[in-house]
């Protein structure tokens, strides 16, 4: 069977013949040899056909088509007038080797042409494209690094400027800058606050906001030089008249030690550029929620822009967080309290990131938990009923609900599955109560009709014993002293008995002790 060999190039596509393939016995080693030597390997591949492209954005869209695994027009047409005729009925009496498996495949559903990808096929490949030049007649020294440089040129600027997965790159890079620099400020804002209260210590309990600090020591440099003259300009920074009064006594009565002209000059210039830093961050916040309410405007209006673009930047992008289940993305962010958890089998954590959506921070403690997942079918059950009334709109004309209603239904399904969750909870512990209560009735009832004796079984009994009493205490009257010595009589016979048992104790017991001595003996 002929084996022929496709070769996708930067200038255009080649066919190739392998000849002599039963010698080499296709094996993978002998062919991984001769490829270096184009003697050899020109003995066993030559060149059958060869189709140029007609410009660099064809090369392009049938490179991105390759790519993809798919087959092109251009590609079909140049295998079907250069791959030898099938009669219809036959099996073909050659194969068609690729180095994709995937436009293989395609190539076969299309054309029926049998494709392999082996790795003495990659092999063959192989030595192709290390000596392409000398197969392609006519064709100059250098003109094929040119089409290679400029076709992955294209290609790549192509796929960074058309990947739709890559667009929530801005947002992942700005909220890492925000976060950063929210450090950075606090921490400069802290050497500030730091260094200028060696001149103006108390200046630090007054104003406590770090950017309106950094603000007044650049604008007051000198204490000694702060008068009435400079309160115009403290009341336009705190915005409050007491206070910029407050700051001018607190300057004239300042306990801190005074510093030279190039000290007060290098504070400043620290200050002005805490000030910049944090204007910089206000700037950047604002960029972000442009390029969030861009990218995901429901995930921003959800949980907010910073805790939204703050999942994405965990997933990776913003299709990986949409493929994380809810299970994942509440505790994403928690990944080493998790595992901690679970190795020490201890609890695990009820949420990561969404910890700081506004939901769960005005949610009670016990109901954090839930906040953070809440996991229900009313959503996919309406989405579902949506799509079956729009192929009821197709085939029937009956119009469908809007969106906004259906996702209403939704919310007013769970937030019904809710309520019932509650009060069977709250139901719980009353029934517990209630069970307890009518146990207790129970056996109160119960006492309360024995001693009242309602029952005729009780009362009968009573009235026998009655009788029996009266009849005892006749017989002892009529006795009169006789009872009294029986009595005695009884008690005497009772010592006797305790006596006669303890002597026949002691007479075991003796017996016992003399037939251990006889043994002793023996």
């Not at 700081?356 to 954090?368: E, L, M, P, T, V």
Request: charged letters at 35%; aromatic letters at 6%; glycine letters at 6%.
């Amino acid at each position: 069977m002929a084996l022929y060999l496709l070769y996708e190039s930067a200038s255009g596509y080649g066919l190739f013949l392998a000849h002599g393939i039963d010698e080499i016995g296709q094996n993978t080693e002998a062919v991984r040899n001769s490829v270096t030597d184009l003697n050899r390997f020109g003995k066993v591949v030559k060149l059958a056909a060869f189709n140029p492209f007609e410009s660099a954005l064809d090369a392009l869209n049938q490179c991105n088509a390759v790519s993809e695994g798919q087959m092109t027009d251009e590609l079909r047409n140049f295998l079907e007038l250069s791959l030898p005729k099938v009669k219809e009925g036959k099996k073909p009496k050659f194969s068609l080797g690729v180095a994709d498996p995937k436009i293989g495949s395609h190539i076969y559903e299309e054309t029926k042409i049998p494709c392999q990808s082996n790795e003495f096929v990659l092999e063959l490949i192989r030595g192709i494209r290390l000596h392409f030049d000398r197969f392609i007649e006519n064709l100059k020294p250098g003109d094929l690094e040119k089409a290679q440089l400029g076709l992955g040129h294209s290609y790549s600027r192509a796929k960074v400027k058309f990947n739709v997965n890559r667009v929530d790159n801005m947002v992942i890079q700005a909220i890492f800058l925000l976060d950063t620099l929210d450090k950075d400020v606090n921490s400069f804002s802290m050497r500030v606050r730091e260094w200028y209260s060696w001149h103006f210590p108390e200046l630090v309990k007054i104003v406590n906001d770090n950017y309106l600090y950094a603000k007044l020591a650049k604008y007051i440099e000198d204490k000694s030089e702060l008068s009435e003259d400079k309160l115009s300009g403290l009341i336009d920074i705190l915005g409050d008249e007491d206070k910029a009064k407050e700051v001018i006594e607190a300057a004239k009565a300042s306990m801190g030690q005074d510093l030279s002209p190039i000290d007060l000059i290098n504070v400043k210039m620290f200050a002005q550029k805490v000030m910049d830093l944090a204007e910089y961050r206000k700037k950047l916040y604002d960029y972000l929620v442009s390029k969030m309410s861009d990218i995901a405007p429901n995930l921003a209006a959800l949980i907010g822009e910073v805790v939204g673009a703050r999942l994405i930047s965990h997933a990776g992008s913003l299709t990986n967080l949409a493929k994380c289940p809810s299970s994942t993305l509440q505790i994403l962010g928690a990944e080493k309290a998790l595992f901690r958890a679970l190795k020490t089998k201890g609890n695990t954590p009820k949420y990561g990131l969404i910890f700081h959506s506004s939901f769960i921070g005005r949610a009670s403690a016990k109901n954090k938990g839930r906040m953070a997942q809440k996991s229900t079918t009313s959503f996919g059950d309406k989405l579902r009923e949506q799509v079956e009334e729009r192929l009821d709109f197709y085939d029937k004309g009956v119009a469908p609900r809007k969106n906004i209603d259906v996702m209403k239904s939704a919310m007013e399904d769970v937030a019904a599955q809710d309520t019932e969750m509650d009060v069977d909870k709250s139901s719980e512990p009353e029934s517990k109560k209630s069970k307890k209560k009518k146990s207790k009735s129970k056996s109160a009832e119960d006492e309360v009709t024995v001693a009242d004796g309602d029952t005729p079984e009780l009362k009968s009994e009573k009235k026998k014993k009655k009788k029996r009493s009266l009849e005892e205490e006749e017989a002892q009257t009529d006795a009169n002293g006789k009872g009294n010595d029986n009595d005695d009589d009884t008690e005497k016979k009772k010592k006797k008995k305790k006596k006669s048992k303890d002597v026949e104790m002691e007479d075991a017991s003796e017996g016992k002790k003399k037939k251990k001595k006889k043994k002793a003996a023996e």
